[in-house]
Nanobody, 125 residues
Framework: QVQLVESGGGLVQAGGSLRLSCAAS????????VGWFRQGPGAEREFVAG????????FYGDSVQGRFTISRDNAENTVYLQMNSLNPEDTAVYYC??????????????????WGQGAQVTVSS
């Protein structure tokens, strides 16, 4: 069973950048597609970005397209989310999740099997 741990969250001013990491243990992350999701206060969980097992395919939610970049280093068993041009609407708990199908491009949180505990990102205006 894969365990996922997010890191890199914090407080940043609007217009700033952060990079989140999702480190895996107990399994090989290259066997999975990985997604990033977020959940703001009082909001539903929202798809942010996804990447297939090889890193050659990426896909993004409309609200972050052009500002966020997902990448992975399978040798390090880690997936990253580079977040640029942050605004207060990006404030949320960010979760990484692993999908059993390595080529999945799913945006549905219900289809992801393994989840991290979340990392808080707060963007001040």
């Amino acid at each position: 069973q894969v365990q996922l741990v997010e890191s890199g969250g914090g407080l940043v001013q609007a217009g700033g950048s952060l990079r989140l990491s999702c480190a895996a243990s107990g399994g090989t992350l290259s066997s999975y597609a990985v997604g990033w999701f977020r959940q703001g206060p009082g909001a539903e969980r929202e798809f942010v970005a996804g990447i297939i097992w090889s890193g050659t395919g990426t896909f993004y939610g409309d609200s972050v397209q052009g500002r966020f970049t997902i990448s992975r280093d399978n040798a390090e068993n880690t997936v990253y989310l580079q977040m640029n041009s942050l605004n207060p609407e990006d404030t949320a708990v960010y979760y990484c999740a692993a999908h059993r199908h390595p080529y999945s491009r799913s945006r549905a949180s219900s289809e992801y099997t393994y989840w991290g505990q979340g990392a808080q990102v707060t963007v001040s205006s």
